[in-house]
Every structure is written in structure tokens, then in C-alpha cells.
């Protein structure tokens, strides 16, 4: 399987993008979260110059961050830079609307926009429309800044079979957070293949954490918490921003909600909790955190293990049809992006 790497933009993310091509990873993907990181079409743009042949992905923009017109003139421009290089991930935003106190779109404005930036990218017109007012909208500048022979790869993110069937519709591969389970994502090939019709079209990401024990190293000790931590806050946000999900969960889990609203001193209805619950989203877990990431979550998330057990790990998913596991280092960056691609030869 191969493997990629995505990290939150900041300044210096080139320099990453830059070993990480050098380590052999396939891929090196910025987060698209407003408000929470920094722009990733700007982080891009710099991995694009420094970098001469790792794929570059934006995991994952959304229908209500940008118009279509918009996002697919970024798209292109990176192109531009890279050119046959660019992954364009498309998704209802779940997180990068939550960072913003608002909800995910829905599947049918996902494949909306997904299209319309598939033909913008390819020079086709689209029809836009702002209100009641509709207009034919195409690239009014020609030559290598807008288009490329070089094709955009692009992928929808799926948590579940309505966007698989989006991305099957489309003819586009799939990205999906933190599913580590094989049997799902077969359930998303079998719904893509489904609504395709035809033959699948693109590649499966797969992103998560991942640690590497030591030898008779704790699977869930300060070090490995702090590796995969970042995976499952997220989920854990996730869960206190939104109780009917919380719900469902079990009372070690739903106490973990509880303490985790309480520490950022919000509640799962106030109308600014977005402000209190997303901040340092995705990035190094506090120390005092620690007792939030439950083993249970760590075994449902991440991927801990020693060599052996994650190879097999990877295997089985690889047989499920994953093309690529892309993995976000936080604690070391470099060297974590060297364990991956040590675990990988």
C-alpha cells in the first residue's frame, strides 16, 4: 500500500512536504478548516514549488466554503504549478462548517459542486446561479495558468454510502477520516460501484494516526495518546458538538463528552461552543487531555501497533480496497514520517 502524509497548514509546511517526498510518500495533503488552520490553497502553492513529484491534495474543501467558481480557479492554478500533481478532496464539510458553528451541506450539494468543478477544470462551462439569478460561467483566461493536458485528481470524502454513491456518480476515488474498518469500506466500493454502473474510477485514501510501539511499549501510554490523540479529540468534538450523536455512544465515551465540554467551558447547545471546542483542532493533544483518549477509541480510530501488527493491519485493509494510507504526524513530524516509511518498504 502507499502511503501519504497530511498536516494542518502553517508556516514551514513546505519543508515537510519536501521530506516527505524524499522518504518515498505518494502524497502530502493539507486540511481545508477555516478559522481553525491556515489557508491550504497558499500552503500548496509553496509544497508545489519545492517539491518536484509528490502528489499534492487538499483534504478536503467543501460547496459552502467557496463557490465553485472559486475553488476550481485555486484548483487550477495549483495545476498550474504542479502540474498532474493535484488531488482536489471534496466533501459536505463536517468539520470545516462545524469550525464555523454551522452544519455540514448535504450529499446532493456535494455532487453539485463536485461536478461543476470537474468541468470548470476540464474548460467546460457550468451554469451558476446566485438567488434567482443564473449565468454560464466558464475560464475566461487561456493558457497553462488555466488549463493543463495534466488531468486534477479528484476524490469525494465519505463517512457513509450516500457520498460513496457520489463519488461513484462523478467518477471520482474516495478519501475517508479515521475508518478503520474493512467491512465499511467495502460498504462504500459496493455503493460507489452501484451508482458508477461501470467500472470504478479513481483511488481510495484512507487517513488516520498511526504509533509504533517499542518493544513491550504500552498500546495505550502517554506516548502513543499523544500520538493518535489528535484523531480522537476530533471525534470526541464531534460528539459534543452534536448530542443526538453522543448519544448513541457508551457511557465511558459519553462521560468523555461530558468532561471535555466541561474543561472548555461550553455546553452541547450554547450557540458559541464552535469557538470554545475547535480550538487547536487536530493538533497536539494537551498533556491534561490525556485521560480523554479511551483506549476503546484508540482501538477504533488509530493504528497502534508493533511492525507485525500493523502490517496486517494494513494488509487487511489494503484488501478491502484501499489504495493509500495517508497518516498525520504531530509529535515528531519527521520522524514519524520516516517510521511510516520505514513500516511501508
Known amino acids: 500500500m502507499r502511503t501519504g502524509i497530511v498536516v494542518t497548514a502553517r508556516p514551514g509546511v513546505e519543508e515537510l512536504a519536501v521530506r516527505a517526498e524524499e522518504l518515498g510518500h505518494s502524497s502530502f495533503w493539507v486540511y481545508d478548516t477555516p478559522m481553525a488552520h491556515g489557508d491550504p490553497f497558499v500552503a500548496l502553492a509553496l509544497c508545489a514549488k519545492a517539491t518536484g513529484r509528490i502528489k499534492l491534495g487538499i483534504g478536503v474543501t467543501s460547496p459552502a466554503l467557496r463557490s465553485a467558481p472559486a475553488a476550481a480557479n485555486a484548483v487550477a492554478a495549483l495545476n498550474a504549478l504542479a502540474p498532474g500533481r493535484i488531488?482536489?478532496?471534496?466533501?459536505?464539510?463536517?468539520?470545516?462548517?462545524?469550525?464555523?458553528?454551522?452544519?455540514?451541506?448535504?450529499?446532493?450539494?456535494?455532487?453539485?459542486?463536485?461536478?461543476?468543478?470537474?468541468?470548470?477544470?476540464a474548460g467546460r462551462s457550468i451554469e451558476y446561479r446566485e438567488g434567482d439569478r443564473v449565468r454560464d460561467v466558464r475560464f475566461l483566461h487561456a493558457g497553462e495558468h488555466a488549463h493543463r493536458p495534466e488531468p486534477i485528481e479528484f476524490v469525494v470524502a465519505a463517512q457513509g454510502p450516500r457520498a460513496a454513491a457520489v463519488a461513484g456518480r462523478r467518477g471520482t476515488?474516495?478519501?475517508?477520516?479515521?475508518?478503520?474498518?474493512?467491512?465499511?469500506?467495502?460498504?462504500?466500493?459496493?455503493?460507489?460501484?452501484?451508482?458508477?454502473?461501470?467500472?470504478?474510477?479513481?483511488?481510495?485514501?484512507?487517513?488516520?494516526?498511526?504509533?509504533?510501539?517499542?518493544?513491550?511499549?504500552?498500546?495505550?501510554?502517554?506516548?502513543?495518546?499523544?500520538?493518535?490523540?489528535?484523531?480522537?479529540?476530533?471525534?470526541?468534538?464531534?460528539?459534543?458538538?452534536?448530542?443526538?450523536?453522543?448519544?448513541?455512544?457508551?457511557?465511558?465515551?459519553?462521560?468523555?463528552?461530558?468532561?471535555?465540554?466541561?474543561?472548555?467551558?461550553?455546553?452541547?447547545?450554547?450557540?458559541?461552543?464552535?469557538?470554545?471546542?475547535?480550538?487547536?483542532?487536530?493538533?497536539?493533544i494537551a498533556p491534561s487531555d490525556r485521560d480523554l483518549i479511551l483506549p476503546s477509541l484508540v482501538d477504533k480510530l488509530a493504528l497502534v501497533g508493533d511492525p507485525g501488527d500493523l502490517r496486517a493491519r494494513i494488509a487487511a485493509l489494503a484488501e478491502a480496497g484501499i489504495d493509500e494510507l495517508v497518516v498525520q504526524p504531530v509529535v515528531d513530524p519527521l520522524t514519524e514520517m520516516a517510521a511510516l516509511a520505514e513500516l511501508a518498504a
Open 87 to 121: 488531488i482536489c478532496g471534496v466533501g459536505t464539510g463536517n468539520s470545516s462548517r462545524r469550525t464555523l458553528g454551522m452544519r455540514a451541506t448535504t450529499s446532493p450539494e456535494l455532487e453539485t459542486f463536485t461536478a461543476a468543478l470537474q468541468d470548470l477544470c
Open 173 to 284: 476515488g474516495l478519501v475517508s477520516f479515521a475508518m478503520l474498518d474493512p467491512a465499511a469500506w467495502r460498504a462504500f466500493h459496493d455503493a460507489r460501484g452501484e451508482a458508477a454502473g461501470t467500472a470504478l474510477g479513481g483511488d481510495s485514501y484512507l487517513m488516520t494516526s498511526l504509533h509504533i510501539l517499542g518493544e513491550g511499549e504500552d498500546p495505550h501510554g502517554d506516548a502513543a495518546r499523544d500520538a493518535v490523540g489528535h484523531s480522537v479529540l476530533s471525534f470526541l468534538v464531534f460528539a459534543a458538538d452534536t448530542p443526538s450523536f453522543a448519544e448513541t455512544l457508551g457511557s465511558g465515551e459519553r462521560d468523555a463528552v461530558r468532561r471535555l465540554l466541561d474543561r472548555r467551558g461550553t455546553t452541547a447547545t450554547a450557540p458559541d461552543r464552535h469557538t470554545a471546542l475547535y480550538t487547536g483542532y487536530l493538533g497536539r
